[in-house]
């Protein structure tokens, strides 16, 4: 595990002096505490390009090939805040493996990716406020083993394990365009850097408020993601976009 200690000073002073803010414009808010809970589906086509030294491996998977490989999959948004400030989980997390036969090996692959983002935003209008601003720290996880067998007389020949941790500070921001009573429109895009090589994410949401008082929302969207890291001399870039639906649970 790598930690950058120069992104989690930064990123850890920024969150002590933010909820120090936060504890004092809540003493002077009138409005109560919220939460938003969003369970949401992704289904991406992933390009993965993969440098060890001077040679390129690369390929492309849809979402109805990862359907076929993913053990166990989650992915998740938590929020919760009081007058200008809020704070915020989101995590993505995946469990898939897959074997592949060629010319005399087969090969038994497992992969496990964790995408944590925790961070503070800062409403300047309050909690319903279109627009705000918001910081943290984004960690990213990638574990990796390969398994290879001969064919056909099964015969173990090795194997390769990988596990890496990223940990870098993100900045990004949210607006919201508000298209009818019912309808809006959910905006985001952030960056990050650190230990990894640099992330990106952008996503676009219509939301659609349902229930007795219009709180919850129906979301369905569009969201691309991009990042780049190296361990060991290898350098790898995944790139993930395709639409998104979830529901929001708001109270």
Known sequence: MRI??????????????CSISSAKAGGHSGDKFSWAVTPYLWAPNTTIDVALGDTNIGGEVSFSDILDTI??????????????????VDLTYVDASDTTERTLIRIASENTETFLDLALAWHPGGMHDAFNVFGGLRYTGVETRFDFVSVPNDTPLGSQ???????????????????????SLLTRGDVSFGDS??????????AYTVGERRENRILIGYQYKQLEFEDSGVTTKIQLQGPTAGFSFRF
Do not use: C, Q
């Open 71 to 88: 053990d166990a999959g989650f992915m998740g948004h938590v929020e919760g805040g009081k007058g200008n400030w809020s704070a915020f």
């Open 161 to 183: 394990r990988s596990d890496s941790d990223f940990y870098d500070a993100l900045l990004g921001l949210r607006y919201r365009f508000d298209l009818s009573d019912r309808w």
């Open 4 to 17: 950058n200690r120069w992104i989690l000073i930064p990123t850890a002073a920024f969150l002590a002096l």
């Open 197 to 206: 090589e640099g992330t990106l994410l952008v996503r676009a949401s219509f």
